[in-house]
């Protein structure tokens, strides 16, 4: 069994970077789609960013010029670069790999940013 293993999270100050990677312990096939989603205590789970088989990327409005998604193909490997960090950007980060219409989809097992003030 496939799974995605994530790593680059950690406690920062407003205005400072991280970037997050997510790595698959093994070969998937067939990817059409991956991403990066956040929740933060309270709340729903949110799409931060995706970027398809294409190479064509989207972001939600509130991280639009401060982050920056990013694969490696070769190796699976999703990055999450994250600037100008805000209190509001605390949340749990995961991972998602999907197939075409998400027959499959693989997530990873979160990791901890924190924004401090």
């Known amino acids: 069994q496939v799974q995605l293993v994530e790593s680059g999270g950690g406690l920062v100050q407003a205005g400072q970077s991280l970037r997050l990677s997510c790595a698959p312990s093994?070969?998937?096939?067939?990817?059409?789609?991956m991403g990066w989603y956040r929740q933060a205590p309270g709340k729903q789970r949110e799409l931060v960013a995706s970027?398809?088989?294409?190479?064509?990327?989207s972001y939600v409005d509130s991280v639009k010029g401060r982050f920056t998604i990013s694969r490696d193909s070769a190796k699976n490997t999703l990055y999450l670069q994250m600037n100008s960090l805000k209190p509001e950007d605390t949340a749990v980060y995961y991972c998602?790999?999907?197939?075409?219409?998400?027959?499959?989809?693989?997530w990873g097992q979160g990791t901890q940013v924190t924004v401090s003030s």
């Open positions: 970027i398809t088989r294409g190479g064509t990327t």
């Open positions: 093994g070969t998937i096939f067939n990817i059409n789609v």
């Open positions: 998602n790999v999907a197939t075409i219409g998400r027959i499959r989809e693989w």
